[in-house]
């Protein structure tokens, strides 16, 4: 894929210009960097500090500031202060940022203020906020519409562009084997990193027996976790896996997109219909997982590896560091989950950690199970001019001519807010308006310092989480509450 199909990989390949870059350029540019980090890790850590000690309970902090007053607040829409999210915004593009805009006003600005006065008519005023046959059906199954839709999109066109693609570069391949002067033709460059990147190749036996190992592991561990999930589904799931996972790794070679979720969707439809009522739900869900972890790891370590070729890496060290990192994933994420799990409200729709994909996820296993009958009145003809508006979104920005066709917004990105809220778009968009600021003041300077001022807003919020599980933990409780109220009547 790297050396005889030349493929792209663009993530990997800016990776390895980045790290080249901060060789080459000395490192003047690296101390500058670094400082930024550091100041503004350091702020954002002390701001997470400083808002824990209004925050006594759910509904206090600066979190529940009305921004633009109570009303939009009740649509969740106010800027929460999360330097995670602002630092998140200065990374992603301005088209993600007004996306995610565009989701929250379409449905917490319009949608969901007009479905909720058909309460009576669509759904029972008695049924509870949080069940799925009330609004918050409409909220789920709605974002699962547009994300289904982009993803069936996106699917099928990296699936049809990928084939083709190898179909071509395999037939020239072959064309040109008999050319005696093709290595010429390579630039001096081209031949060193093919060399450096060829003379410590990883083994095929090791790939293979590994492979092997593993399945069998898994073909027997999964099964007792998850009595619902049959181990000749596993079996199943580890015959089908290397394909899938040679036609993401290719097509994110191609596009640089890891369609690893939709191989998930797949297999967790299928999974879902097949298993039966009963089992259908938790045997989607995990084989879901399985087909995900495997296409993913793949297109990751392909990724890396294209880093590797273009820095003059050992691929056996790169391929060691992934494995080492593989291990040490397997013991601190579960402590990590189960940190968050004890100290926090996990899951809860109306609190700060959601976990919206994992309600999506669930909800879409219910479909494959139930069919539309999970659905709310009028919810199914909903979902399909979603699910169309998505279809028809992506095939507009692949017909229309560039300059039109890139400011179409992206649907997968879009449906996030209809489940969350605005409050996290605002955010981000903060973000974007901060970069698009500091662009038009020193086009040089944000170019250099964004990522690592963006990079340690992120890491200083994320870190204060730590300390602050650890109170919630020992029953250490906030001071202060900080809340706002309208006027009483």
């Keep these: 894929m790297i050396v005889d199909l030349k493929l792209t990989y663009p993530s990997g390949l800016a990776t390895a210009v980045l790290i080249n870059g901060f060789h080459s350029q000395g490192d003047k540019m690296a101390k500058n960097q670094v400082r930024g980090f550091m100041k503004y890790f ?25 921004t633009f007053g109570l009303q939009a607040f009740k649509q969740t829409f106010y800027f929460d202060f999360s330097m995670t999210y602002v630092g998140a915004g200065m990374i992603c593009s301005y088209l993600v940022n007004l996306s995610l805009l565009l989701g929250a006003v379409l449905s917490y600005g319009i949608m969901w203020p007009l ?21 918050y059906g409409y909220k789920v199954f709605l974002s699962v519409a547009l994300i289904l839709g982009d993803g069936l999109y996106n699917f099928l066109k990296i699936l049809i562009v990928t084939i083709f693609n190898l179909y071509g570069r395999l037939k020239k391949k072959n064309l040109n084997a008999v050319s005696a002067d093709d290595e010429q033709q390579k630039s001096h460059e081209d031949l060193k990193q093919n060399e450096v990147f060829l003379r410590e190749t990883i083994p095929m036996w090791i790939g293979v027996v590994g492979y092997l190992i593993f399945s069998v592991l898994s073909t027997i561990v999964i099964p007792i976790m998850f009595p619902q999930l049959k181990w000749y589904y596993v079996v199943i799931a580890y015959i089908l896996a290397p394909s899938l996972a040679f036609c993401n790794a290719y097509g994110a070679g191609l596009t640089d997109i890891n369609m690893a979720y939709n191989y998930g969707k797949v297999a967790l439809f299928v999974l879902a219909a097949v298993s039966g009522k ?42 060691l ?9 397997c013991v601190t994420a579960p402590l990590s989950f189960f940190l968050f799990y004890k100290a926090f409200d996990v899951g809860n729709p109306h609190g700060e950690f959601k976990a919206p994909y994992a309600l999506i996820y669930r909800n879409m296993g219910i479909i494959g199970v139930q069919g539309f009958s999970a659905l709310p009145q009028h919810c199914l003809q909903l979902c399909y001019g979603f699910f169309t508006f998505a279809v028809a979104v992506n095939v507009a920005r692949d017909a229309l001519p560039q300059k039109i066709g890139k400011w179409m917004p992206l649907p997968m990105v879009m449906a996030v807010p209809f489940l969350v809220g605005a409050y996290f778009a605002i955010d981000m968009c ?40 650890i109170l919630a933990l020992a029953k250490i409780n906030p001071p202060i509450c900080m809340n706002f109220s309208g006027p009483h009547s």
């Design 42 to 66: 350091s702020i954002s850590f002390l701001w997470g500090c400083f808002q824990w000690f209004y925050s006594r309970s759910e509904d206090c902090g600066f979190k529940q500031f009305p």
């Design 115 to 135: 479905i909720n006065q058909l309460k009576g008519r669509w759904f029972s005023v008695s049924l509870q906020e949080s069940d799925m046959k009330s609004l």
């Design 278 to 319: 009963e089992d259908g739900l938790v045997a989607g869900l995990v084989g879901c997982g399985l087909i995900k972890s495997v296409v993913s790891v793949a297109c990751i370590l392909m990724q890396d590896f294209k880093t590797a070729h273009y820095t003059l890496t050992s691929p056996r060290a790169m391929f």
């Design 321 to 329: 560091s992934q494995a080492i990192g593989t291990a040490i994933g």
């Design 430 to 469: 903060v973000g974007s308006l901060v970069v698009f600021a500091w662009h038009k003041l020193d086009t040089k300077r944000a170019e250099l310092m964004v990522p690592a001022v963006a990079s340690g807003l992120i890491c200083g919020e994320g870190l204060w989480t730590l300390p602050a599980s």
